[in-house]
């Protein structure tokens, strides 16, 4: 499974989908003038329809459709706002509710550690975890107009009817809808129909209103209830009419994307029992996938099952549960499953969970404790025990601050970075700082890497004036030496690049650029900068990018090349075009791969320009081009 192809595939569908929203409006438009133009002819021929050229005013005609169509427009645009702020906006509207880093309930615990196990293999931020808590039926969604800030929340009703493997089979297939770049097509389809069907809103509310004005006023007295009546009603068919037609732009695009889902899942979670018997639960499931919030259908195509029951399959947001069970299990005799008690955990299997153990093998090797003790441990601690720790430490927002400082701290300029820091009013930050710095120190950068996804998410719950301050704080550890390293440049731009997203409402780049030779200069600067990292073979790995790009690049010398460059270089290369920055991060992987080995510091920056460029970076990307991880510090 390309997943990078299927988001270009998802682009391409986002172009049918804006022609097909085109027609439904001109044709909404065209309808709505014409009863509107036949109501005044009606009542112009003293209740006979009688059309003459002097009645017919083609101006007001044009200003009709010009106000509606502005009206129309207005709608989508409000909604396409609303919704790109990111994912939290979309699951708060559907009732979701955050599950915090570190939360006491077992089976959110166990969710929790699933969303972060895919998402290390996925090599993408950790999205935050969300639960509608009201929700018996058995069901999820993804959330986010980008990698950065995407979310995945589940029912109450995933959490307990299934175990871990069939729940990993479900966050599976909403962590594909995110690697196929299915988010942002969703997202821009929720906004068009909700303008699509609000003409018939409309008219809801005129019959609405001129049904009141019939229970509360006389009958015999001409108030224009009749018109009312008449125009009311003309626009609610005129919206049904129009809620049809997207349906079946819904159901069309719908369908496909979720067995392409159902097959990203099981290669995902190399588990197609997970998948499969979670849809078997589901269709033995008295609640199935339903979901009662009020906002449910407007959002249907998000939802991993279908979300309300429908009496025509063509206007269904997803396939049939047996057709989705077949396709993942051929040999399937028709019978679900049905489950007879709720799953249950203990906060001893969530330690012991797979998706934490996961975490804690990724932190690895022992800590160096310069000295002091780490808290609560002693002397005979062993590493497992040190790493989950440290783990913990990043499950709060105090010590996750903490720990992405510690990251940047520089024992020579370390006067300056703790005089920066005494004058933040954070309470009990300097002081978990100092702890952590020198046990970070002798990890490897590898590893450092880990710890700042896994403190990520953390990060996204804190306030937007404390997210300020300490990004304020970030910036003035790095610069305290007056100059940015590269290491440094990916740890503040990953941090940036995801927290600005989630708290200050920040837009992905827009795709600009269909063509890889428009962006050939900073190609050479991005390519350049790390060939030179590899000092024995810089000609070669330049080149071996380059061929991989069949471009004629030329490249940069060592003084041309400086940090601030690479950075305008990965913000210009951040607008091409999904497939065009797949084939970015596989040359730079490549230029990385050219002496059998990428260090820490390759591996980081091809990480980082990864998040900059809203682009996950599966491991076999990098496996296929012969990358072995180093253990080299920075």
């Not at 599976?172 to 129909?193: K, V």
């Not at 450092?448 to 306030?463: A, K, N, Q, V």
């Not at 590269?486 to 827009?510: G, I, K, N, Y």
């Not at 730079?588 to 682009?615: F, P, Q, R, W």
Request: proline share 4%; aromatic share 6%.
């Amino acid at each position: 499974m390309d997943f990078f192809r299927e988001q270009d595939i998802a682009r391409r569908n986002t172009r049918l989908l804006t022609l097909l929203f085109g027609i439904a409006v001109l044709v909404l438009i065209a309808m709505t003038n014409l009863l509107l133009v036949g109501f005044v002819v009606f009542e112009s021929g003293g209740g006979h329809a009688s059309l003459s050229d002097d009645m017919l005013d083609w101006q007001s005609f044009i200003a009709v459709g010009a106000v509606i169509t502005l009206i129309i427009g207005a709608v989508v645009l409000v909604n396409w706002i609303n919704f790109a702020r990111g994912g939290k906006q979309v699951a708060a509207a559907l009732g979701g509710r955050l599950v915090q880093p570190g939360t006491d309930d077992p089976l959110e615990q166990r969710a929790a550690n699933i969303v972060q196990e895919m998402a290390l293999a996925a090599n993408m931020p950790v999205p935050s975890l969300f639960v509608l808590d009201e929700e018996a039926g058995i069901n999820a969604f993804a959330a986010g107009t980008s990698p950065a800030n995407a979310v995945v929340a589940v029912t109450q009703g995933a959490l307990t009817s299934l175990n871990r493997d069939q729940l990993q089979g479900v966050i599976g297939h909403e962590f594909s809808h995110i690697l196929n770049g299915d988010m942002r097509l969703s997202i821009r389809l929720a906004a068009m129909l909700r303008g699509i069907t609000f003409i018939g809103d409309v008219g809801s509310i005129l019959l609405h209103s001129a049904s009141h004005r019939r229970r509360y006023r006389s009958s015999k007295k001409d108030d224009g209830r009749g018109a009312v009546l008449a125009i009311g009603l003309g626009l609610y068919l005129i919206g049904l009419l129009g809620g049809l037609m997207a349906g079946l732009i819904k159901s069309a695009i719908s369908k496909q994307k979720e067995y392409l889902a159902d097959a990203s899942a099981v290669q995902f979670t190399r588990n197609p029992e997970g998948i499969g018997d979670a849809l078997k639960i589901i269709g033995g499931h008295s609640a199935g996938t339903f979901v009662e919030t009020a906002r449910a259908e407007e959002m249907s195509h998000l939802f991993f099952g279908q979300v309300r029951h429908r009496l025509w399959s063509a206007f269904a947001t997803h396939p049939p549960i047996e057709a989705r069970i077949e396709r993942i299990d051929p040999q399937w005799d028709g019978q679900f499953i049905t489950v007879t008690a709720p799953q249950t955990a203990s906060a001893e299997e969530a330690e012991d969970d797979p998706g934490h153990l996961a975490a804690v093998a990724a932190v690895g090797a022992t800590l160096t404790v310069a000295g002091s003790a780490l808290p609560g441990a002693t002397g005979a601690t062993d590493d497992r025990d040190k790493d989950a720790l440290l783990l913990q430490e990043t499950k709060e927002s105090l010590g996750a601050m903490a720990l992405v400082l510690g990251m940047a701290w520089d024992p020579r300029h370390e006067e300056t970075q703790w005089r920066a820091l005494s004058e933040v009013e954070i309470k009990g930050l300097a002081e978990t700082t100092q702890r952590w710095c020198q046990p970070l120190r002798a990890r490897s950068a590898a590893q450092r890497l880990h710890l700042l996804e896994l403190c990520l998410p953390t990060l996204r719950g804190i306030s937007v004036p404390q997210y300020q301050t300490f990004r304020a704080l970030l910036m003035s550890w790095i610069s305290a030496d007056g100059k940015t390293a590269l290491s440094e440049w990916c740890l503040f731009q990953m941090v940036r690049h995801t927290l600005d997203a989630a708290l200050l409402d920040t837009r992905p780049a827009r795709p600009r650029h269909k063509s890889l030779s428009g962006v050939s200069s900073e190609l050479a600067i991005a390519l350049g900068t790390l060939a030179h990292l590899t000092e024995e073979s810089t000609v070669r790995a330049f080149e071996r990018g380059q061929d991989l790009l069949d471009l004629p690049l030329t490249l940069p010398e060592t003084p041309s090349l400086s940090v601030a460059e690479f950075g305008k270089a990965v913000d210009t290369l951040a607008e091409c075009y999904p497939l065009l920055k797949v084939q970015v991060l596989k040359a730079m992987a490549a230029v990385a791969a050219d002496d059998g080995e990428i260090s820490d510091l390759e591996i980081t920056l091809v990480k980082a320009m990864a998040v900059v460029m809203d682009c996950p970076v599966p491991d076999v990307m990098l496996e296929a081009h012969g990358i072995k991880l180093s253990t080299t510090n920075i």
